[in-house]
């Protein structure tokens, strides 16, 4: 059985505000060792359950946080910031199952750090769907047969994969008290507690489905101003719905739809005057 885990920051235990998920930031390093042990707690569980490979892809801003060299010797990492799929590099149908660590709510919802992507996105779509991270990412899953098995962060992260992913294992390792302040457990308790969530969500594996993402999906992403809408409108094959900041792009699969949304992130990443 191999097992795929995409490692965000932002749903780490203890992690309360941009101070320790921003490089530049005093506390930054001591949340890369919060967050690389939280990961060798998932990794450890899986290989105890019974998984003989486990991939972890680094998933937060560079995505190069996870410390190598104090990761679990049995797996293996993807590391760095140009990657095709971002979030979901790596992730094939040769994979039994995934997990997203230490996730986060969308964009304008309650939750610790809540943001999709970037904070120029107010919300992205497939079709009418709103998604967030949580919910791009596992269509991309989906469309390879791979289903979402356990999704760790604060109460409202496990409250918007419940919803997406029926029968979907969630693991709450802090509460939500605002948006930039937390009620956690201890890095030691979250690492218990996860390591039992991890189990339970291996056993229980056969009973979660494959979020399948709609054939030719359209993308719309609504950004915070219409600057941002005009950047990501450089790229080519997109419209701008007349009098709204939507930007939308019909796609020929999932695939190409998170490819585009990546461009077009990045494009309007850098809009002035915000």
Same mark, same amino acid.
């Given at each position: 059985m191999k097992l795929y885990l995409s490692v965000d920051m932002e749903g780490i235990? @203890? #992690?309360?505000?941009?101070? $320790?998920? =921003? %490089? /530049?930031?005093?506390?930054?390093? &001591?949340? &890369?060792?919060?967050?690389?042990?939280e990961t060798n707690y998932v990794v450890d569980a899986a290989f105890q359950s019974g998984c003989a490979e486990v991939l972890v892809n680094d998933s937060h801003m560079k995505m190069n946080n996870i410390l190598i060299d104090q990761l679990h010797p049995e797996a293996e990492l993807i590391t760095g910031g140009i990657k095709t799929y971002s979030m979901v590099h790596g992730l094939d149908d040769s994979f039994s199952g995934a997990m997203f660590i230490?996730?986060?709510t969308r964009a304008g919802m309650p939750g610790v750090m809540s943001h999709s992507m970037i904070h120029m996105v107010r919300n992205f779509y497939i079709n009418d769907t709103q998604l967030g991270e949580i919910g791009m990412n596992a269509m991309v899953a989906g469309y390879h047969g791979v289903p979402v098995l356990l999704? =760790? @962060?604060?109460? +409202?992260?496990?409250?918007?994969?419940?919803?997406?992913?029926?029968?979907?294992t969630t693991a709450v390792?802090? +509460? %939500?008290? =605002? &948006? /930039?302040?937390?009620?956690s457990l201890?890095?030691?308790k979250a690492g218990e507690l996860l390591q039992g969530k991890v189990k339970q969500a291996i056993e229980n594996r056969h009973q979660v489905k494959p979020l399948l993402p709609p054939d030719n999906p359209v993308l719309k992403i609504? $950004?915070?101003?219409?600057? %941002?809408?005009? #950047?990501?409108?450089?790229m080519p094959g997109t419209e701008i719905i007349p009098g709204t900041t939507i930007v939308t792009y019909q796609a020929k699969d999932i695939l190409e739809a998170y490819r585009? #949304? #990546?461009?077009?992130?990045?494009? %309007?990443?850098y809009t002035q005057y915000a």
């Open positions: 235990t @203890g #992690l309360p505000d941009y101070t $320790f998920v =921003s %490089a /530049s930031m005093h506390n930054y390093e &001591r949340a &890369r060792k919060i967050m690389t042990d230490g996730y986060h999704v =760790s @962060g604060d109460d +409202e992260t496990a409250k918007e994969a419940e919803e997406l992913i029926p029968n979907i390792v802090k +509460e %939500a008290v =605002s &948006r /930039s302040a937390t009620k201890t890095p030691k609504e $950004f915070v101003n219409y600057g %941002a809408a005009e #950047l990501a409108h450089m585009a #949304l #990546l461009v077009m992130i990045e494009l %309007a990443y």
